[in-house]
């Protein structure tokens, strides 16, 4: 049986690390966006959010690009991401089936003689840890 608070450490650090991301990511789009304004005149209402329906005829096309590119640079990120938490996944099962594969074997050497509980315990360590 899988110990789900182990389980669910790496999906939230992985989710922190997403969360981190996209505020970087938005940091440096505001701060690209408030360079291009003049020092003298406020944002209005309007301009604050960048997903306003009305707000998206008055962006300039730069600004419409590197938004575009912000948005596909997140998806890309998040699909990698998301790979690489499938296969990290596939490994930490593969890895206990194969504990547990190796704690039968030596069991049954044990049974059989082949193996003292002595020699046994300093060498091969228990798997109870990666439960």
Not at 25 to 32: D, E, H, S, V, Y
Not at 62 to 78: I, M, N, V
Not at 92 to 97: G, P, T
């Amino acid at each position: 049986m899988p110990n789900w608070e182990q389980l669910a450490q790496p999906s939230l650090l992985m989710t922190a690390g997403m969360a981190l991301l996209v505020t970087v990511f938005l940091r440096l789009a505001w701060r690209r966006m408030a360079r291009s304004r003049p020092a003298n005149e406020a944002p209005a209402r309007s301009e604050l959010s960048s997903f306003a329906p009305a707000n998206h005829g008055a962006k300039s096309s730069s600004a419409e690009a590197y938004e575009a590119q912000l948005h596909e640079t997140a998806r890309a990120l998040c699909a990698q991401v998301d790979s690489k938490v499938i296969l990290l996944e596939q490994w930490i099962r593969l890895a206990r089936l194969e504990a547990e594969r190796l704690e039968r074997a030596v069991a049954a050497a044990r049974a059989q003689g082949l193996l003292d509980e002595a020699t046994t315990d300093r060498a091969i360590p228990s798997a109870e840890h990666l439960r």
